[in-house]
Structure formats: structure tokens, C-alpha cells
């Protein structure tokens, strides 16, 4: 009975992650489009959520320690509590990201902006797939998609790398627009942050399956 109520409330939590990591991704999403169409009621919603994501993590956090303590876990299922403790706190990290950009948003109201925003949305669309695929990963155990959602991350730090040069040449271009710019080049620089955390997210999980510490943040 023991092993069964363990397991129900482990899968309780697993749920929980899921519905953490649902509303992170929504946040992003949220706050580019805010961004993109100056949408100040959703940049102010992005924010509002951020409460939501804190409690969420916190209640996810209490429920890990009370699981250890009460149902004495083997060593797996603790690696297994221990990595989702992990887990919700990059989620938590990368939510307070996405408040990041939507501040950036309502800071840019009404400003006619320097260039059309292609590549940022871009950005977006890739960390959320990766936010998808690491905690799937989690959830099914697998190295493999592990290391793939991974190899994405290469994708995003092209993508900011070719957005800084951009803005770099039109700030020298006209000083004029550097104030905007440099505000585009933090949104571009949260998203690269949301991809590492989601990267330390894989690294955790392949911990849990192998017992083995990887950096794969280089």
C-alpha cells in the first residue's frame, strides 16, 4: 500500500509539473505576442501570472519534501523527487523571464519600432518547443529526446547571435534608435537564458536515468 500511495502521489506531482510547465510556455508566448503587437493588456496578464508560476513552485516543492519524508523513497524514486525540485525552479526562472520581456513590452508602448520582429518570435517558438520536449523527457525517461531538445539550443544561440548583429549595426547606424535596440537585444538575451534553462532541465533528467552529471551548457 505503501509503494501504491508513492506512486499516486508522485504521479499527483508529475500532473502538477505539467500544468507548471503549461502556463511557463503560455507565458512566453504571451509576452512575445504582447511585444510584437503592443499589447499592453496581455504584457499586464504575463505579469499577473507570475504569481501563479511562484506558487506552483512552491507548492511542488513543499509536496517533494513531505513525499521524502513521509514514504521513505528507494534511491531512484528520490533522485526522481530530488530532479523535479530542480526542475520546477528553472521553470520558475524562465517564467520570471517571460515577466521580463512583457515589462520590456509596456516600456515600448506606442513606439514605432525599428524593424519588423522576425527572428525574436522565432526564438519563442523554439525555447517553447524545448520547454515541450524537456519535460517530456522527464516524463518518459528518455536520454535521447534529452540530448535532441538539447542540440536546439544551438539553433537559439545562432539566432541571438545574428539578432545582436543586427541591432549593433543599426545603433551605429543612428544613435538615435540604441535605446530601443538595446531593449530588443534583452528580449533576445531572456529568450537564450529560457533555452540554457531548459537545457539544465535536460541535464537533470539524464542525472536521474544514469546517475550521471552532464554539462551540455557550452
Known amino acids: 500500500m505503501s509503494r501504491k500511495n508513492f506512486d499516486a502521489e508522485l504521479i499527483h506531482l508529475h500532473e502538477e509539473l505539467k500544468k507548471m510547465g503549461d502556463i511557463v510556455k503560455a507565458q512566453i508566448s504571451d509576452s512575445i505576442k504582447a511585444l510584437v503587437s503592443q499589447d499592453m493588456k496581455l504584457a499586464d496578464e504575463v505579469v499577473r501570472k507570475d504569481d501563479l508560476v511562484d506558487d506552483l513552485e512552491k507548492e511542488i516543492e513543499d509536496k517533494c519534501i513531505k513525499l521524502i519524508a513521509t514514504r521513505q523513497p528507494l534511491a531512484i524514486d528520490l533522485r526522481s523527487v ?97 535605446q530601443q535596440a538595446t531593449r530588443f537585444l534583452f528580449v533576445a538575451k531572456f529568450l537564450e537564458r529560457m533555452a540554457d534553462h531548459t537545457t539544465n532541465i535536460c541535464e537533470w533528467t539524464i542525472y536521474l536515468i544514469t546517475g550521471k552529471k552532464v554539462d551540455l551548457n557550452d
Open 82 to 178: 530530488f530532479t523535479m525540485s530542480k526542475i520546477v525552479t528553472d521553470l520558475e526562472r524562465i517564467a520570471d523571464h517571460a515577466v521580463d520581456i512583457a515589462k520590456i513590452a509596456k516600456q515600448l508602448e506606442g513606439q514605432k519600432y525599428i524593424k519588423e520582429l522576425i527572428d525574436i518570435p522565432r526564438m519563442s517558438a523554439i525555447v517553447e518547443e524545448m520547454i515541450d520536449g524537456c519535460l517530456e523527457t522527464y516524463m518518459e525517461r528518455d536520454v535521447d529526446l534529452a540530448y535532441a531538445v538539447c542540440k536546439k539550443d544551438d539553433s537559439v544561440d545562432a539566432i541571438y547571435k545574428q539578432i545582436f548583429s543586427e541591432l549593433l549595426v543599426l545603433m551605429l547606424g543612428d544613435p538615435k534608435v540604441i
